[in-house]
C-alpha cells in the first residue's frame, strides 16, 4: 500500500506522554533503501492494476508502540475484512522485535496522525510492506540491545533477546523493553541491523501458525463492523438511486413516506454535478427507514444510453470481428502471419458476464457534520481517498474530516469505492445530528460497481511437435479494457510472444455501467481464457494437458513444482468412471504463482465438484493459517463466481435485486479445498488476497470437457445449461 511518512523525525523514537507508551519508527535513509512495490492511492485507477488504485511509492513501515507493562501495539497500516492482514504485519514485527505472541496487539493506524495515503487492495498488504516491517522490529531490537549493553557497561555482542526482554548472558539480569525504551529513543539510528533467524533462535512468528488477531471478536459478534456503530442522537437513513444508470430525478411524492410514523424526512441528494439522483429517507430507526423508502415511487428521467446484456455481448462480438478484420498492429503481425501459415490452428473465444460483489454487509456509512467537523464511521478499503472526498462533498477543510475505519463485512474490491460513503456525507449535511445511512440489499445489487462483462479470443498456430511459440489476445470489455500489465501474461517461459490488441474502442465498448475492481481484476479475467485455451491447444496437439503444460513452462520450476504437488495430490493420472475427471490450471499474478486441480462429475449437465486441490508459492508465506483461509475461501469464491453467479441488465436496471434472483454457491454444492503452501528462499513476497481465484474456472472448465466432452467458454455454467 502507500503510506505518507507523519510529519516527525523517524530518526528517533518518539516518546508519548501518556501510559508510558513508546512510538518506535525508521530512519528515512533506511526507508529509502527499502523495495519501492506497486501501491495503491486514494483515487480511480487505471484497469489491470492488481485490484487497487495506482499511485505514489510506499515509503512508511507499520509502526508500534511498546507500552509500560512491555506489550506491543502494532499500529496496522491494512484495513481488516477478515483477511488476516492485521496479523500478518503483527507477525513480521512480533518476529524480529523477538516479542511472544501473546504479547502483541493490533490497531489500524489513527489516519489523521500517521498516514495521508492510505488503502487496502490488490494483495499488496503484506507484500509492498514486508521489507520495512522486518527492519522496523530488527532495527528497534538492535536499540533495545544497545540501550541494555551500555546501562550494563558491556558489549553488545553479550546481550541477547527473549520474549520482549533483553538478557545479559553473563549474568542473566534481564531489562523489559518498556524500561529501556527512553534511553533506546535516545541512541542514533544503527548502520548495521541483525536480523533474528527465528526459526533458529525461537518465538518464530514468521511462517509459524498464529491465533488470527480479534478472531474471538467476530466468532461471538464482538466484533464492531460499520452498521454496528452507534453514536448519540444518531437517526437512521436509506436511500434509493436512480435505477437506470445517468438518470436523474424528475418528481417523488413524499406524502406517502412523512405518513408514517417516526419518519423525520425526505431528502433530494444532489451528486457533485447538483443534478438530483438519489432520495433519501431519514427516520427513528432502519426498519422504519426502509418501510418508508417502499412507499415512496420517484419518477426519474430515461438517459440516451441503456445498456440490456444481450445486446452488450453481441457488440463485444462485432468488435472482435471488426479487430479480426483489420490490420494488425506491428507487434501482432508476426502472430498473424504466423497463424495464418500453421497447418494447425488454434482460435477461441471467450466471455465473462457481469457479477455483484455479495458482501454480506451492505453498503453503509455513519456521518455527523458539524460547523468545524465532519465525523465519519465507515467500512472503506480506501481510508484516504474517503477523506479527502468528504472534505470536499461536505465543503470542508480536509484537516476538519475525521474518519474511524470500522471492521468490514466483506471487500473484494467493492469498497475501494467511496460512493456509498459520498452519498452518506450529502446525506449528513441537511441533518442536524449524526446521520447513519444503510442500503437495503435491493440498493446494494442495483448500485455494485460490477464486474465487468468481457470477451477475449485467442489465436495461435501449433508448431509440428504441436506446441506454441505465442499467441495473441484479442480483448474487449465494458466500460474498461482489460488491462496488460504483465501480470496475466508468464508464468509459461517458453512461450516467447504473447500480444494483447484491444478491441472495439480502445478495448472498451460503452455500457455505462458502473463498474470496478472485482477480487483477481484482469489477471482473473485473462487467466480464464487463457488456461482454458491452453487446454485447446493440447487436445488440438493430441497431448494430455498436463504434460503440455510442463512443456510450456519451460524452466519455470517454481510454478512446474506446483502443478506436479497439485497433480499427485489428486491423483491426476488415475483412472476414473465415465463422467468424472480432472482439470489444471496455472497462473502467476501479484507476486505469486498458483495452480488449481478440481475433480468433477458431470450427469446429464449437471455438474458435481468433487474435489478442489490448489498450491501456491508466495516467496515467504508469513501468516499461514490466514493464508490457508485465503486460499480456502478463494476457491469457493471463484467456484461460486464460475458456476452460477451472473448480474444482467435490462434497458439498463439490474435485473437481479435480491439472493432469490442471484444465485451464489450453497453450502452443500462447496467441496473441501486442500490447500499446499511453498516458500521460495530469496524470492520477494507475494500477495495471497487474489491468487486463489484466476485459475480455479479454467481448471472447472478443462475438468467439466474432459469429463463430458462439453466445453465451456462464457460463464457462468448455469447460463449455459449446466446445474450444480
Not at 334 to 352: D, G, I, Q
Request: charged share 20%; hydrophobic share 40%; glycine share 10%.
Amino acid at each position: 500500500m502507500a503510506y505518507d511518512a507523519p510529519a516527525t523525525d523517524r530518526r528517533q523514537f518518539i516518546t508519548w506522554s501518556a501510559g508510558g507508551a513508546f512510538m518506535l519508527a525508521l530512519a528515512e535513509p533506511v526507508l529509502a533503501q527499502q523495495g519501492r512495490g506497486g501501491a495503491p492511492a486514494g483515487g480511480a485507477a487505471p484497469a489491470g492494476r492488481g485490484g487497487a488504485p495506482g499511485g505514489a511509492p510506499a515509503n512508511q513501515s507499520p509502526w508500534f508502540t511498546v507500552g509500560a507493562n512491555g506489550r506491543v501495539t502494532v499500529w496496522s497500516t491494512a484495513v481488516e475484512m477478515g483477511q488476516g492482514s492485521h496479523t500478518g504485519q503483527a507477525a513480521i514485527i512480533a518476529d524480529q522485535l523477538d516479542v511472544p505472541w501473546a504479547m502483541i496487539d493490533v490497531q489500524m493506524v489513527d489516519l489523521s496522525k500517521y498516514g495521508n495515503n492510505i488503502s487496502t487492495g490488490g494483495s499488496q498488504t503484506i507484500r509492498s510492506t514486508f521489507a520495512r516491517a522486518k527492519e522496523a522490529g530488527a532495527t528497534a531490537r538492535t536499540q533495545f540491545m544497545q540501550a541494555a549493553a551500555t546501562r550494563w557497561g558491556v558489549p553488545i555482542d553479550q546481550v541477547e533477546t527473549a520474549g520482549g526482554k533483553v538478557r545479559n548472558k553473563t549474568t542473566k539480569a534481564e531489562l523489559g523493553y518498556a524500561e529501556l525504551a527512553a534511553a533506546a529513543g535516545a541512541l542514533p539510528t544503527p548502520t548495521n541491523v541483525a536480523y533474528r533467524n527465528s526459526t533458529a533462535d525461537g518465538n518464530q512468528c514468521i511462517g509459524a501458525p498464529q491465533e488470527t488477531k480479534r478472531l474471538r471478536e467476530r466468532v461471538t459478534g464482538a466484533e464492531v463492523y460499520g452498521i454496528d456503530t452507534r453514536v448519540p442522537n444518531m437517526v437512521r437513513a436509506t436511500v434509493i438511486q436512480a435505477p437506470v444508470f445517468g438518470a436523474t430525478l424528475t418528481s417523488v411524492d413524499e406524502a406517502p413516506a412523512m405518513a408514517i410514523a417516526g419518519v423525520k424526512k425526505v431528502l433530494k441528494v444532489p451528486n457533485a454535478q447538483g443534478q438530483v439522483t438519489a432520495v433519501a429517507v431519514i427516520a427513528q430507526d432502519t426498519y422504519t427507514a426502509f418501510k418508508a423508502m417502499r412507499a415512496l415511487k420517484p419518477v426519474w428521467t430515461t438517459p440516451a444510453l441503456v445498456s440490456t446484456s444481450a445486446d452488450l455481448s453481441n457488440q463485444l462480438a462485432a468488435a472482435h470481428t471488426a479487430t479480426l478484420a483489420a490490420e494488425p498492429s506491428a507487434a501482432a503481425a508476426p502472430l498473424r502471419a504466423a497463424y495464418n501459415s500453421a497447418n494447425k490452428k488454434v482460435e477461441t473465444s471467450y466471455e465473462l458476464s457481469h457479477i455483484n460483489h455479495v458482501t454480506m454487509e451492505p453498503q453503509n456509512a455513519t456521518v455527523h457534520v458539524t460547523d468545524n467537523k465532519v465525523e465519519i464511521w465507515a467500512p472503506t478499503q480506501v481510508p484516504s481517498q474517503v477523506k479527502g472526498g468528504a472534505a470536499r462533498w461536505a465543503g470542508k477543510p480536509t484537516a476538519e474530516v475525521v474518519l474511524h475505519t470500522t471492521m468490514l463485512g466483506g471487500g473484494y474490491g467493492r469498497r475501494l469505492a467511496a460512493d456509498y460513503v459520498e452519498l452518506a456525507v450529502r446525506i449528513a449535511v441537511m441533518h442536524d445530528t449524526p446521520v447513519q445511512m444503510i442500503w437495503t440489499r435491493e440498493e446494494d445489487f442495483a448500485h455494485d460497481t460490477y464486474r465487468r462483462a468481457v470477451r477475449q479470443t485467442f489465436r495461435a498456430g501449433l508448431r509440428a511437435d504441436g506446441l506454441i511459440d505465442g499467441f495473441e489476445i484479442i480483448s474487449a470489455a465494458t466500460d474498461a479494457p482489460v488491462g496488460n500489465d504483465g501480470t496475466q501474461l508468464p508464468p509459461y517461459n517458453a512461450i516467447k510472444s504473447i500480444v494483447h490488441t484491444a478491441a472495439g474502442t480502445g478495448g472498451r465498448v460503452n455500457a455505462g455501467i458502473p463498474q470496478g475492481f472485482w477480487r483477481s481484476v484482469d489477471p482473473g479475467i485473462t487467466t480464464w481464457g487463457r488456461e482454458s485455451f491452453i487446454d485447446e491447444c493440447a487436445i488440438a496437439a493430441g497431448q494430455d494437458p498436463f504434460e503440455y503444460r510442463m512443456k510450456l513452462l519451460g524452466d519455470n520450476d517454481r510454478v512446474k513444482r506446483l502443478l506436479q504437488k497439485v497433480a499427485d495430490t489428486i491423483d491426476y493420472k488415475k483412472a476414473r468412471p465415465a463422467g468424472t475427471a480432472v482439470g489444471v490450471a496455472v497462473a502467476a499474478g501479484f507476486g505469486s504463482f498458483t495452480a488449481h486441480a478440481v475433480e468433477v462429475e458431470v450427469k446429464n449437465k449437471a455438474i458435481t465438484v468433487k474435489r478442489i486441490v490448489v498450491a501456491s508459492d508466495l516467496g515467504t508465506v508469513v501468516a499461514p493459517n490466514q493464508v490457508t483461509a485465503q486460499f480456502e475461501g478463494g476457491s469457493l469464491m471463484g467456484l461460486s463466481a464460475a458456476l452460477v453467479e451472473a448480474q444482467t441488465f435490462t434497458g439498463g436496471k439490474a435485473d437481479k435485486l435480491q439472493f432469490g434472483q442471484y444465485n451464489v454457491l450453497r453450502n452443500r454444492q462447496a467441496p473441501k479445498v486442500e490447500v499446499f503452501l511453498f516458500n521460495t528462499e530469496g524470492a520477494s513476497v507475494g500477495g495471497s488476497g487474489e491468487p486463489p481465484i484466476p485459475t480455479l474456472a479454467p481448471a472447472l472448465a478443462n475438468a467439466v470437457f474432459k469429463a463430458s466432452g462439453q466445453r465451456v467458454r462464457k460463464l457462468p455454467f448455469a447460463n449455459q445449461g449446466f446445474t450444480v
